[in-house]
């Protein structure tokens, strides 16, 4: 298993380019599914969960062709309605196939996808909306089974809460749909309105994007399409952290500012130096971090998908902070972790009470998710001495060459084998 060896408190100096969005890119394979003929998808991640998708979308007889950043789908011919267990159970985000599967072919049997360790994360929201579209489904033997006669029909539907995956799925399953079909209190995450973006290429017919209430008129057929996907903005998250925490005009290109509008003015409230010129964004360390509370939120809140690495900051900045979590109900693993390497953290249910130490120290420390490997990497790049972050299998599912990039700006990071 491979694992990063980091030296800390290396200044952050130079150019970090951001990479295509896993989560715009994961939606945007899937709607591939919905129409005959080629697709061509751009700037898409070197991630291991878009090797996975593409797995998944290779088993039901889509041509994947990888190149690059450039990957093409061709789903003319479909030989399969099912995605099995085996491909599903690594990747939550594989039930995106359901809806357009639902739409094109009429009938789909995909594996549950299960829990995951940051939460339980249902999709009833995914096979109530679809139900709503006229699908019949059944839960039988850890598959869900769906099936439709003749096409879906375009519905309301009011999610309970907005959720990204199941307005996706929705939004897949309607554009092929007969009629109108209305999604309410559907999620506004920048991927979404990607997706959105890419289906309206295809010739769907979409009013609301970027909005709660999403207005989808169904049509007969789509045509493949040619998308660049946005850009990842976690992972430009992720590197203004560490620009707040140890940059020297570290330069961010290629990141969107609006799609973290709210990151941006929390890491200047603790004290470091953002500017946004027309080459990027360019980051400077704060002197002394100060504290912060933050509640995740659905977009345009705090994401979620942001806690772990700007707790990584508040664990050494000056006074106390709080973190409130939201959306997930089991996403503090990078706690005890973080408590390794020094830093005083409580956690009392939903909420994280962090008390800023003036230094962190090295340790060996495990990731257990994508956005805990993050913020374990953030913390040894600002740890004194040495740390081995475990099982970066996580890391390597969200963000694209981490190593090269990190070390490019000054960092002092090394990927190995550990059993060698
Ligand atoms: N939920 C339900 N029922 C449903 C669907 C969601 O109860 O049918 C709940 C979830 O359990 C959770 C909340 O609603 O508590 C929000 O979940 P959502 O459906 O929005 O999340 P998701 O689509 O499964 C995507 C991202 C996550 C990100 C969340 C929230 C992808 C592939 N994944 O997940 O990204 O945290 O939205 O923004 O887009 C990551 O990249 O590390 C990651 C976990």
């Known amino acids: ?52 998708l593409s797995k998944v979308l290779a088993h039901l007889g889509v041509r994947v062709e990888a190149q690059g950043a450039e990957l093409t789908l061709d789903a003319t011919e479909l030989t399969t309605h099912e995605a099995p267990y085996e491909l599903v159970r690594t990747m939550r985000a594989s039930i995106l196939v359901l809806g357009p599967l639902l739409a094109r072919h009429g009938k789909a049997r995909v594996s ?24 019949k489904i059944e839960i039988s033997h850890g598959y869900v089974e769906a099936h439709v006669d003749g096409r879906l029909q ?9 959720t990204v995956g199941g307005t996706e799925n929705l939004l897949l399953a309607a554009s092929l749909a007969e009629g109108t079909t209305i999604l309410e209190n559907a999620a506004r995450e920048p991927e979404v309105v990607d997706l959105c973006h890419t289906l309206q290429k295809m010739g769907a017919k979409i009013q609301g994007i970027g909005t709660a209430t999403l207005t989808v008129e169904g049509v007969e057929t789509l045509q493949p399409f040619t998308h660049d996907v946005v850009a ?8 203004l952290v560490a620009g707040a925490m140890l940059g020297e005009e570290l330069l961010i290109q290629g990141g969107v500012a609006e799609h973290q509008t709210f990151l941006i003015d929390k890491l200047r409230t603790m004290g ?17 971090l100060h504290a912060t509370d933050v509640e995740t939120q659905p977009y345009p809140g705090f994401p979620t998908d942001m806690q772990a690495q700007l707790m990584a900051a508040a664990s050494i900045a000056d006074g106390s902070s709080t973190f409130s979590e939201t959306v997930f109900e089991n996403r503090f693993m990078h706690v005890a972790e973080l408590g390794r390497m020094g830093a005083n953290i409580r956690v009392d249910g939903g909420r994280a009470i962090v008390r800023g130490t003036p230094e962190l120290s090295g340790a060996t420390v495990m990731a257990t998710d994508l956005r805990a490997s993050a913020c374990l990497v953030l913390a040894a790049l600002a740890a004194e001495g040495e740390s081995v972050i475990r099982r970066i299998y996580h890391l390597d599912r969200g963000y694209e060459a981490i190593e090269a990039k990190l070390s490019s700006v000054g960092a002092d990071v090394v990927r190995f084998r550990e059993d060698s």
């Open 1 to 52: 298993m491979d694992a990063l060896r980091i030296h800390g408190q290396k200044t952050l100096r130079g150019t970090l380019q951001v990479s295509g969005s896993k989560n715009a890119s994961l939606p945007i394979m899937a709607a591939a599914l919905l129409a005959e003929g080629q697709s061509t998808l751009r700037r898409i991640p070197g991630l291991a969960d878009v090797k996975t």
């Open 112 to 135: 549950l996808p299960g829990g995951c360790a940051i939460g339980a994360r249902p999709i009833d929201q995914h096979l109530k909306g679809l139900r709503k579209l006229g699908a």
């Open 154 to 162: 375009g519905a309301t539907v009011i999610f309970d809460m907005p």
């Open 232 to 239: 990842d903005r976690i992972e430009f998250g992720t590197f």
């Open 272 to 288: 470091a130096r953002i500017e946004e010129h027309p080459e990027g964004i360019k980051v400077w360390r704060a002197q002394q």
